[in-house]
């Protein structure tokens, strides 16, 4: 008997009569399906079996997406936009709950899918990447008026370069799958890196750069854009919607969508950040929240670049040496290409730190 169709799909409250499914998109972490209805004016919906490994507490995960999804469409409707095609909505079950717990105890939800809209793992224009830049911008600045304190963490640490570091280090001591060996390189480029990895946490700490609804996971293919207007439309993951700082996001952007390459492009030759992209998601990007930043998470953007790719490179190679438990791979070396790709990413940001600052500093004066 299929589970999924016999016993999950029933449970969600779609308009029309479900008739089949088939596994979609590109994510790392949950299982996304679309489901296919018959005699409705919608035709599809987004169905996703969560990750019970990666996140401890989907009751409270779950709690932040409904209270985010909530605040953004009432917040999209009232400056006139459409909030079914714009913004996520969940799709409640027969008895009005957001998800469905099923009889092995993992969780399902359902959201509106979002037609006539693609995502890409790689860029292939700057004018998307600019878009996707926009779409994040205005996610932060949309959330500004949400009191970060009312969402749960739903990983904590996330962007903890510090702990990010100490599990790495704890996996190459470890060893346990024996593979230290064939990831000497990548190891010890990891270790070479002297940057402050306390940099951002001491920053919060001191209240120097404010605590935010930040999304913490705003890679390219977590953005829909318009196949007609080639509009960014809508922000997808909101599994990582938590408090954070601005430069997460940014830093993370930069490194998924302004390299030259897909992330896990294992031709290291083809992989640096390309700078009319670095250019176009800047530009995309400040347009819709300079004005909410201060001065300080603007001066930090460069660091959280450097930082937050660093720490991609620290959590693929932690988890080649672990056995892959954590991100999804669709080859044996996955995790391990992952992170040289990143660690070459890196480099190159490296060498282009100033230039990032005074292509920011000229992108803000030019606003
Ligand atoms: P993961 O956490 O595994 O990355 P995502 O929520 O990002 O899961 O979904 C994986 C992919 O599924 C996305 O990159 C996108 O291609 C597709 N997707 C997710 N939600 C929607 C939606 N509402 N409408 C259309 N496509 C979607
Ligand atoms: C995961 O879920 P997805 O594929 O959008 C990961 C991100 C990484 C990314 C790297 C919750 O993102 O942090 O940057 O893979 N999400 C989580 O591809 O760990
Ligand atoms: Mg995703």
Redesign the pocket.
């Known amino acids: 008997m299929d589970h999924i169709l016999n016993n999950v799909i029933p449970k969600f409250h779609y308009l029309g009569v479900p008739v089949s499914y088939q596994a979609y998109g ?5 299982l996304t399906y679309i489901v296919n209805v018959q005699n409705a004016p919608v035709k599809r919906y987004i169905l996703q079996k969560i ?1 019970g490994e ?2 401890a507490d989907i009751t409270s995960l779950m709690k932040n997406v409904e209270n985010v999804t909530t605040f953004l469409s009432g917040k999209i409707a009232a400056s006139g936009g459409n909030k079914d095609r714009e913004c996520l909505s969940l799709i409640p079950t027969s008895d009005g709950k957001m998800y469905y717990v099923d009889e092995y105890g993992a969780f399902w939800r359902s959201y509106n899918f979002i037609d006539r809209a693609f995502c890409f793992d790689k860029a292939e224009k700057p004018d998307h990447v600019r878009e996707s830049g926009k779409a994040f911008g205005r996610f932060l600045r949309l959330l500004d008026e949400y009191p970060a304190e009312n969402l749960f963490e ?2 904590p640490d ?1 962007h903890n370069v510090q702990k990010r570091f100490a599990a790495f280090t704890a996996a190459v001591d470890a060893d346990h799958k024996n593979r230290a060996v064939t990831a000497s390189k990548e190891i010890s480029h990891a270790l070479r890196f002297k940057d402050d990895l306390n940099y951002f946490t001491d920053l919060r700490a001191k209240s120097l750069l404010p605590v935010r609804v930040t999304h ?2 705003t ?1 390219f ?2 953005v829909m854009i318009d196949m007609d207007t080639e509009r960014a439309v809508c922000v ?2 909101l ?2 919607v938590m408090p954070g700082l601005s430069a997460y996001d940014y830093g ?1 952007s930069i ?2 969508c302004a390299s030259s390459a897909e ?1 896990d492009e294992a031709d290291l030759s083809k992989v640096y950040l390309d700078d009319r992209l670095f250019d176009a998601f800047t530009r995309g990007y400040l347009s819709e929240c300079a004005l909410i930043l201060s001065k300080k998470e603007i001066e930090v953007l460069p660091t959280a670049v450097i930082l ?1 790719t660093y720490e ?1 490179a620290l ?2 190679l932690t988890d080649y040496l672990n056995g892959d438990e ?3 791979i669709r080859k044996p070396t996955h995790n391990l290409d ?1 992170a040289a790709n990143q660690l070459k990413l890196l480099s190159d940001m490296e060498y282009k730190t100033l230039w990032m600052s005074s292509a920011i500093r000229r992108i803000i004066n030019q606003l």
Do not use: H
Request: net charge neutral.
């Open positions: 590109n994510g790392n972490i949950n990750n990666v996140f739903t990983i996330f913490n996971d890679k293919n977590n997808l993951d599994d990582t993370d490194r998924s992330e937050i991609l959590r693929f954590y991100f999804r992952r």
